[in-house]
């Protein structure tokens, strides 16, 4: 029986460390080509990382240098080469080219050229500019802060619960429902899962919804997205306080999470003060609304007045006095949603907590207390304008072994932003909606 012929091993441009001194083939993009004739310098990319490579005229035949001298950016090719550590390239190797193949040939007019372009165009062209490596970087930061999440809390107890997109009613105020038809009737794209999983904790005591939620927010601002997404961890048997403990163990545990294993893409890639993110360990710093409010008016805003909600500067100004995330509770109750518990001997005040980040990213957290009072909610369903009939089943949950419960819900995208250090959220999804996006 006659041998196949040996091919050097497929391999990840990461693992190239391991393949020193080995004939190896790679598939990737030309993420650049320097031509300086008889050599020919190609910069290669394969989602795992880059790799320069360089072709010379006398170790090619003649087919294979002529491709490699008319690659276009973004063209697909399969290298064959010798690897060998060099401590100019990036990544420390180099690939000696031995043999090309042309998987597809670019069209010469790839839209994104290695030059400054405005966000705009880019955004247009969002499709592509994923394959630059910060935006690549992001992205991958982004699953591995999505795998903390899930880990932390499958680790904590907490069940995952998918919850509906498709419901028939508000979470978070009727301002912002996305409406849809559903065979006739008004259905909206869910603002959260929250409800559902004060329903599901009555079976599994502690749970967690992680998904799409909607919001059509009319602001255009660099934190708002109206497609976002949303994990909501929800406790029975438990309080305000229990709520603060779990949020800054989690919390603490993403951000040492994604440092202990992106620390190079966060440094050399995003150029982020991971000084910072070091910072980030419980326990975390907590005022009242009230002295929150204090705090305003004796800095830059002597004229804060009590009961309205904090927008982008207070959140800033108060987040900048603390070197990790500041817990902000008690809010007035009516800056708050319509399920929010409120304070003994105290009913303008409520027992919601929202979490600010530091360095100007704001509120990445909002939960807090849920009331387990019929009446209370009767009240708040013609304060808030919504229709009882829609809430009955929640209602249900008040008359059959109501207990004290809490939870909370964290932003994906605002978190994503604040741990990569991003001037906008917009940069942390693959395809971001927001106020007038729809495309690509
Ligand atoms: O404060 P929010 O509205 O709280 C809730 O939806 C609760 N039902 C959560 C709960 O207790 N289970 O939203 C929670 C978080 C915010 O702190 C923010 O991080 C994020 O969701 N968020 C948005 N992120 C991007 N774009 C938007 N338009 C956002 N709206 C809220
Ligand atoms: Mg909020």
Redo the contacts with the bound molecule.
């Keep these: 029986m006659e041998d196949a012929p040996i091919r050097p091993p497929l391999i990840r441009i990461r693992e190239a460390a391991q393949h020193d001194g080995r004939s190896v083939r790679v598939q990737g993009w030309v993420h650049n080509r320097t031509d300086k004739g008889r050599l020919q310098f190609l910069m290669l990319r394969d989602g795992s990382g880059l790799l320069q490579a360089v072709g010379f005229q006398k170790d090619l035949d003649e087919a294979a240098f002529e491709i490699l001298t008319t690659l276009t950016q973004e063209s697909a090719v399969e290298l064959t080469g010798s690897l060998r550590a060099d401590a100019r390239a990036p990544g420390g190797f180099e690939l000696g080219i031995q043999g090309i193949e042309l998987v597809s040939l670019a069209e010469p007019d790839y839209p994104i050229q290695p030059k400054e372009h405005g966000t705009g165009f880019l955004m247009e062209q969002r499709h592509l500019w994923i394959r630059a490596p910060r935006q690549a970087a992001i992205l991958r930061i982004r699953a591995s802060i999505v795998k903390a999440i899930r880990d932390w809390l499958d680790s904590h107890d907490f069940v995952n619960v998918d919850t509906p997109i498709l419901t028939p009613s508000a979470?978070?105020g009727t301002s912002?429902l996305f409406a849809t038809d559903y065979f006739g009737e008004p259905a909206f794209l869910s603002?959260?899962?929250?409800l559902y999983?004060e329903a599901t904790i009555a079976a599994l005591g502690r749970t967690y919804c992680f998904g799409p939620?909607f919001?059509a927010?009319k602001?255009k601002t660099r934190?708002?997205?109206?497609e976002?997404w949303?994990v909501?961890?929800?406790m029975a048997f438990a309080d305000l306080e229990d709520v603060m403990a779990v949020e800054e163990q989690f919390l603490s545990y993403i951000v040492q999470t994604v440092l202990a294993e992106h620390r190079q893409l966060l440094v050399d890639v995003l150029e982020r003060d991971v000084t910072r993110l070091e910072a980030i360990q419980a326990p975390f710093p907590r005022l009242s609304y009230d002295e929150a409010v204090e705090r305003l008016r004796a800095g830059d805003f002597p004229d804060f007045p009590w009961g309205e909600d904090f927008g982008a500067p207070h959140e800033t100004f108060l987040a900048e006095q603390f070197d990790r995330p500041v817990f902000v509770y008690h809010y007035p109750s009516a800056a708050k949603?319509f399920y929010m518990e409120t304070v003994e001997g105290r009913p303008e005040v409520c027992r919601s907590v929202?979490?600010l980040a530091p360095e100007g990213y704001g509120?990445?957290?909002?939960?807090?207390q849920r009331t387990t009072r019929t009446e209370l909610l009767e009240q708040r369903f013609v304060e808030h304008g919504l229709n009882r009939a829609d809430y009955e089943w929640y209602l249900d949950l008040r008359r059959y072994g109501a207990v004290p419960h809490a939870?909370?819900?964290?932003?994906?995208?605002?978190?994503v932003a604040w741990i990569c250090g991003l001037g906008h959220?917009r940069e942390t999804t693959a395809f971001p909606r927001m106020l007038e996006k729809m495309y690509p």
């Design positions: 979470c978070e912002t603002q959260s899962g929250q999983n939620t919001r927010e602001s934190r708002h997205l109206t976002f949303m909501e961890p929800e949603a929202d979490l509120e990445i957290v909002g939960g807090g939870g909370f819900g964290l932003g994906l995208e605002r978190t959220v």
